[in-house]
C-alpha cells in the first residue's frame, strides 16, 4: 500500500508542476489574468510564488468533482526538490508554506531599504514586490531573523532598515 501511495504522491507532483509552471512564469512577469479577483490577481501570490492555501483552492477548482486533499498536496509539494523538479516548498518562520521557481532569485531588501530612507513598512514590500501583505510580512520577519534588518516599532507603526549593527 505504501508503494501506491508513494506513486500517487509522486505522479500528483508531476501534475502540479505542469499546472504550476505557466501560473507562476505568469505571476513573475506580472500579467496575473487568471479570473482569481476582479484585478486578476488572487491575494498572496506574486513574484513567481503562491501559497499552499491558495493552490490548493486553485488547484482543486481546475480540478472539479476530483479533489486532492490538503496534507496530499503537500506531500506532493515537498517531493519537488527531491524529483529534481524547477519547484521548491518554502516555509516561511511564521509557518506559511509557499510553492516557487528552485531558482528564484528573491531580491535583497538592502536595494529596497536604500530608496526607503524612513524604513520599509510591510505594505511597502507588497506594493514593490507585487506580494500579498501576509507574505510581505513573512519576508520581513525571514529577513530580520537572518539579521539584515532591525525593526523600529513605534507609534507610526512598525518599519525595518537595514541592520548596521550585525558584524561582517
Known amino acids: 500500500a505504501v508503494v501506491g501511495v508513494d506513486h500517487y504522491h509522486s505522479e500528483l507532483a508531476a501534475q502540479l508542476l505542469d499546472f504550476l509552471q505557466p501560473l507562476l512564469r505568469q505571476r513573475e512577469g506580472g500579467g496575473m489574468d487568471d479570473g482569481m479577483s476582479a484585478r486578476g490577481s488572487a491575494r498572496g501570490q506574486g513574484r513567481g510564488m503562491m501559497t499552499l492555501t491558495d493552490l490548493f483552492c486553485v488547484y482543486n477548482r481546475a480540478r472539479g468533482i476530483e479533489m486532492v486533499s490538503p496534507a496530499d498536496l503537500r506531500k506532493a509539494c515537498e517531493l519537488f526538490e527531491k524529483k529534481g523538479y524547477p519547484l521548491r516548498l518554502v516555509s ?8 516557487q521557481p528552485a531558482d528564484s532569485d528573491e531580491p535583497s531588501l538592502s536595494a529596497l531599504l536604500a ?21 510581505a510580512r513573512n519576508r520581513l520577519k525571514a529577513a530580520e531573523d537572518a539579521g539584515e534588518v532591525c525593526r523600529d516599532d513605534s507609534i507610526e507603526g512598525l518599519r525595518f532598515f537595514p541592520n548596521r549593527f550585525a558584524t561582517t
Open 92 to 99: 516561511f518562520p511564521s509557518g506559511v508554506l509557499v510553492v
Open 115 to 135: 530608496s526607503y530612507p524612513s524604513g520599509l513598512a510591510a505594505q511597502d514590500l507588497a506594493n514593490a514586490l507585487g506580494l500579498s501583505l501576509a507574505l
